[in-house]
């Protein structure tokens, strides 16, 4: 009995951390031209390791080829390869109970920089006993309550991040009044931690982007 309030309790303190990033995750500053350094911007934790050469080429919507850069850092545990032209921001880390989180955003280039893809870790001090189809529930009870209009276009547990199971949550839905966003959300556990991959784009650009999200995810590694 014990065991099991514990874990709802566990289990409260880790949907929180989610709604709060949630919440300014969803956010494209640059797009709509609203400020929102107190949600984003922490003070740098880490150092990052940034490799400034081009090792994978992917092909933009017009057929030309685009350069990837790879990104890694041992402090997330991460690598993934993005755009040469998106801008790569970092993240501060979030602290609740025994959960902490990290991130790394990359944002597409001017001049209309409608779209992200945002990576997380969710790291806890304690076992996580969650399983994939339990974080898609999470997930999209956390959007239902977090964007207008909520609409979910695909949600599926069959899919794969890293070579490890994951979920996938594709949904529509208005942040702000009449602006309405398209998101995919791979998610998936290791150890520890949970890692959530999510892109959005202003919804008349979503499949613009998509092929450059999709290879940025399938490009996604974990070093530990």
């Keep these: 009995m014990l065991k099991r309030e514990k874990s709802r309790k566990n289990s409260r303190v880790y949907e929180a951390i989610l709604a709060f990033l949630g919440i300014f995750i969803l956010i494209l500053a640059s797009a709509l031209g609203v400020n929102t350094g107190i949600l984003s911007h922490h003070p740098r934790l880490f150092p990052l390791t940034y490799i400034g050469t081009a090792d994978a080429q992917t092909r933009s919507n017009n057929g030309s080829l685009t350069l990837l850069l790879p990104y890694q850092n041992p402090a997330y545990g991460i690598s993934i390869q993005y755009p040469f032209d998106w801008h790569k921001e970092e993240g501060g880390q979030t602290k609740a109970g025994?959960?902490?989180?990290?991130?790394?955003?990359?944002?597409?280039?001017?001049?209309?920089?409608?779209?992200?893809?945002?990576?997380?870790?969710?790291?806890?001090?304690?076992?996580?006993?969650?399983?994939?189809?339990?974080?898609?529930?999470?997930?999209?009870?956390?959007?239902?309550?977090?964007t207008r209009g909520f609409q979910i276009i695909q949600a599926s547990t069959n899919g794969t991040l890293a070579s490890k199971p994951a979920y996938t949550l594709v949904s529509t839905g208005e942040i702000f009044k009449n602006i309405r966003y398209q998101t995919m959300e791979v998610g998936t556990l290791s150890g520890n931690s949970k890692y959530t991959i999510i892109f959005e784009a202003l919804a008349s650009n979503y499949f613009t982007y998509l092929p450059t999200a999709q290879k940025m995810i399938d490009s996604f590694k974990l070093l530990k």
């Excluded at 779209?115 to 399983?131: G, R």
């Design 98 to 146: 025994n959960l902490s989180a990290l991130s790394v955003a990359f944002y597409s280039p001017p001049p209309l920089k409608s779209a992200f893809l945002k990576v997380i870790e969710l790291n806890s001090t304690q076992p996580l006993n969650d399983t994939i189809p339990q974080l898609l529930t999470a997930a999209i009870a956390r959007d239902m309550h977090v």
